[in-house]
């Protein structure tokens, strides 16, 4: 007798990462997951090779150095932070203790494809709330609102659209959801926001029974390969994370790591600098090919690209791979015209710009 899989698990489609190699031998610009264009900070690289030594030793189960230095950061209370492996894992352990079979997981139409999987996983059902104009509508999402929604997701900034909700909106979104749903902000991208009427979840969560709100330090911070993430929770979610969680879920080199990347407020500087030259460089050099680049508030440009075969995403995508450029299909979202470009590093955002010129042309006269 075979093996029963528990049902709905091979309904989901796995996650697919952006494409980080190509065949044949050279440089490669990689444009394609996001990550931080100026690397990790050196004093973070640093703290990760002294535990060089120490890698026979448990890792703090609490993560209590880390958490104390996000609590200081973020002027929150310690207690109420729980540290995952990546964001990612905290998104799952969230679903994973507040839904399960019969219950609706709600997010927005172009929303992170980590949340339809995670509900899936526990055999809850994803329903995705339409978008205008590549925005998440909240009033699509009251509207989705049934007895049985348990969660809602919000990524704020979105990927991949790198739009983002409003204060107000945020409020009146939570206003709106019954108080036995739990509104989960996602900001991911949070630290590269600089519009006056962006909140990144923070003061929301406090007070507040049902809201949560996830970060991450695999973007600015340019840690991605440590996979570090934390959530900032009313203090009875924080209780039930930390029963579910790993008890050794987080790595002692990613956590001196993180520690120190906070302390280097240099470093971030820098990296949030870069972003806020290049972003609106990189989208300028686009309208002026005549493509369309959606507005971004994050470190990644969403692309469409015309229907013409000798214009399209597909198109654009083969012509930047044979220059040795790695952007993101973003087809799973439900946008096959689009391309997701990264705010990478200078020589990558100029290379990929040029290129992008050459195949317009290039097009034109055929």
């Keep these: 007798m075979s093996l029963i899989v528990r049902p709905g698990i091979l309904d989901i489609a796995a996650y697919v990462p952006g494409d980080h190699s190509l065949p044949g031998e050279g440089p490669i610009h990689r444009m394609a997951s996001n990550e931080g264009a100026l690397g990790a900070s050196p004093d973070a690289v640093e703290a990760y090779r002294t535990l060089a030594a120490e890698l026979h030793r448990y890792p703090d189960g609490a993560t209590k150095s880390l958490r104390v230095a996000l609590g200081r950061e973020h002027n929150i209370d310690p207690e109420q932070i729980v540290c995952g492996a990546g964001s990612d894992d905290v998104l799952q352990l969230l679903v994973r203790a507040y839904a399960g079979p019969g219950d609706d997981v709600l997010y927005s139409q172009h929303g992170f494809l980590v949340y339809p999987i995670a509900a899936k996983a526990v055999g809850a059902t994803p329903v995705a709330a339409p978008e205008t104009d590549l925005r998440t509508d909240v009033d699509a999402l009251l509207k989705a609102v049934t007895p049985r929604t348990r969660i809602c997701f919000?990524?704020?900034?979105?990927?991949?659209?790198?739009?983002?909700?409003?204060?107000?909106?945020?409020?009146?979104?939570?206003?709106?959801?019954?108080?036995?749903?739990?509104?989960?902000?996602?900001?991911?991208?949070?630290?590269?926001?600089?519009?006056?009427?962006?909140?990144?979840?923070?003061?929301?969560?406090?007070?507040?029974?049902?809201?949560?709100?996830?970060?991450?330090?695999?973007?600015?911070?340019?840690?991605?390969?440590?996979?570090?993430?934390?959530?900032?929770?009313?203090?009875?979610?924080?209780?039930?994370?930390?029963?579910?969680?790993?008890?050794?879920?987080?790595?002692?080199?990613?956590?001196?790591?993180?520690?120190?990347?906070?302390?280097?407020?240099?470093?971030?500087?820098?990296?949030?600098?870069?972003?806020?030259?290049?972003?609106?460089?990189?989208?300028?050099?686009?309208?002026?090919?005549?493509?369309?680049?959606?507005?971004?508030?994050?470190?990644?440009?969403?692309?469409?690209?015309?229907?013409?075969?000798?214009?399209?995403?597909?198109?654009?995508?083969?012509?930047?791979?044979?220059?040795?450029?790695?952007?993101?299909?973003?087809?799973?979202?439900?946008?096959?015209?689009?391309?997701?470009?990264?705010?990478?590093?200078?020589?990558?955002?100029?290379?990929?710009?040029?290129?992008?010129?050459?195949?317009?042309?290039?097009?034109?006269?055929?």
């Design 154 to 366: 919000v990524a704020n900034p979105n990927n991949p659209t790198g739009s983002y909700v409003t204060h107000d909106e945020l409020k009146r979104l939570r206003a709106g959801l019954p108080e036995n749903v739990l509104l989960v902000i996602d900001a991911a991208y949070a630290e590269y926001v600089d519009v006056p009427d962006y909140e990144t979840g923070l003061d929301m969560v406090r007070g507040a029974d049902n809201v949560v709100m996830t970060r991450t330090f695999s973007k600015i911070f340019g840690l991605a390969a440590l996979r570090l993430g934390w959530a900032y929770c009313p203090p009875a979610i924080a209780d039930v994370l930390n029963r579910i969680r790993g008890p050794f879920n987080v790595p002692a080199p990613a956590q001196a790591a993180g520690v120190a990347a906070l302390a280097d407020r240099g470093h971030l500087a820098k990296a949030k600098a870069h972003n806020d030259y290049w972003l609106p460089w990189f989208t300028q050099r686009m309208r002026a090919l005549g493509l369309h680049p959606y507005p971004s508030v994050a470190n990644f440009v969403l692309v469409k690209f015309p229907a013409d075969p000798k214009l399209n995403a597909e198109a654009a995508l083969k012509f930047l791979n044979a220059q040795r450029i790695l952007p993101r299909r973003v087809a799973a979202y439900g946008l096959p015209d689009c391309l997701r470009i990264t705010i990478a590093e200078e020589s990558a955002v100029k290379a990929c710009a040029d290129a992008l010129e050459a195949f317009v042309k290039g097009a034109a006269t055929q």
